[in-house]
């Protein structure tokens, strides 16, 4: 079985802040960890993805997210917060043999001048 | 060209009707979702196809039923619509890679269905 949960429903930060939202996996199996990014009235796009291989991963828009087995955890960060970034952030995990996602609840991020 | 697409986008209908959501993906994918979105944005699958096969089926009452004509197209049909059933419902394509678990999906926009 797998679960996510993403600490806060809403983060807000002024532009040019840093941007942390946080993600915390539960995972039987070695998980495959994702972090998706929905505008209003959009689908779900991809920000990025972590499988095997450098715990660090970079994405788009410069988000960047690190996998910590130790902590089970998988925070998405930005150094500099744009207007643009302001969005949903849904942190989730996929693995074994089911082509099968466990979304978080997901995470408002407000951006403030 | 968009890529995964859903109709109707909107769809507001009474209780106790019958309607139905068409996905089609232009991508080339072997599979296809479709996840429901509630008001409070949390996501959850219903059902996955992978090449008009049911890979996925999750605790979905039976008044909804997936239909996969080939593996571009994943319809959802909903009978008897209830109250509950209003939500944002999302359809989703993925390209197999060997590793199911690691697939990247690719959503539709979404279609916001309001049951009065």
Request: contains cysteine; proline residues 4%; charged residues 15%.
């Amino acid at each position: 079985a797998q679960s996510v949960t993403q600490l806060g429903s809403h983060v807000s930060v002024s532009e040019g802040a840093l941007v942390l939202l946080r993600c915390n996996y539960s995972s039987s199996v070695p998980p495959y960890l994702f972090w998706y990014v929905q505008y209003p009235n959009q689908g779900l796009q991809l920000l990025l993805k972590y499988t095997t291989g450098a715990t660090l991963v970079k994405g788009i828009n410069g988000f960047e997210a690190e996998f910590k087995k130790s902590e089970t955890s998988f925070h998405l960060t930005k150094p500099s917060a744009h207007m643009s970034d302001a969005a949903e952030y849904f942190c989730a995990v996929g693995g074994g043999t089911a082509s099968k996602l466990t979304f978080g609840t997901g995470t408002r991020l407000q951006v403030t001048l | 060209d968009t890529a995964v697409s859903q109709t109707p986008k909107y769809l507001v209908t009474q209780m106790g009707n019958d309607k139905s959501i068409k996905c089609e993906q232009n991508l080339g994918h072997d599979t296809m979702y479709w996840y429901k979105q509630d008001s409070k944005k949390f996501l959850k699958i219903m059902f996955s196809y992978n090449n008009k096969e049911l890979i996925i089926n999750e605790t979905v009452p039976n008044r909804f039923s997936p239909k996969s004509p080939d593996k571009a197209h994943l319809n959802l049909h909903i009978n008897s619509l209830e109250l509950g059933d209003s939500a944002v419902y999302f359809c989703a394509s993925s390209q197999d890679g060997g590793n199911p678990g690691a697939n990247v999906l690719t959503f539709g926009a979404g279609s916001r269905l309001t049951v009065l």
